[in-house]
Every structure is written in C-alpha cells, then in structure tokens.
C-alpha cells in the first residue's frame, strides 16, 4: 500500500519555478510534520523544509527566500513552492511525513538546466 505520493517534479531551465505536491494516506494518524527532502546524485539526503500541523515552518538556509512549504492538513497534503530554481537544485525530492513514526514518498525528480 503506497502511502505517500509525491507528484509535480520535472525538467526546467535555471530561473525557472515548479511546484511540488505530496499527498498522505488517511490512514496515517497523528501526524505532527511534514516535510521535504532531497537527494543529489553522490550526496546525502538533506532536509529541505519542514512544516509541522501548527503552521510553523523552517528551511535549509541554501532554499530560504526561493522556497515556500505550505500544507493542508484537511487534505493531508504537503506543496513545495520552488523559484528561482538552480542547476544545485537538482535532486530527487522526498516527502516525509511523521507522527508515530515517519513515512517516505518514493521520491520525484526535479532536473534544473543551466
């Protein structure tokens, strides 16, 4: 059963914005964050932003004032803003949400062209 969905990934030129969605299962319960991350090719996966269900918000200082993290807890669902996107920005992107414990998104693509 896949749980979390990542969706809105792709190919864009360096300037460029793209928008992130991840939806999670109604079944998970108790879920007190949702979160972002991203993994380049040769490098660890790093937390990009976080948002917990009371609103407050936090970024990796390489995203802040490029990317917005927002979410609709009704709909279980986490977006990730992205402007001004840059070729470092290339990675799969991950969506993690939490309660009990974490689950993983399988990941999307996003490719930045300089």
């Known amino acids: 059963q896949v749980l979390v969905v990542e969706s809105g990934g792709g190919l864009v030129q360096a300037g460029g914005s793209l928008n992130l969605s991840c939806a999670a299962s109604r079944s998970i319960l108790g879920i007190n964050s949702m979160a972002w991350h991203r993994q380049a090719p040769g490098k660890q996966r790093e937390l990009v932003a976080i948002?917990?269900?009371?609103?407050?918000?936090n970024y990796a200082d390489s995203v802040k004032g490029r990317f917005t993290i927002s979410s609709d807890n009704a709909k279980n669902t986490v977006y990730l803003q992205m402007n001004s996107l840059k070729a470092e920005d290339t990675a799969v992107y991950y969506c993690a949400v939490s309660g009990v414990r974490t689950y993983w998104g399988q990941g999307t693509q996003v490719t930045v062209s300089s």
């Open positions: 948002i917990t269900t009371g609103g407050s918000t």
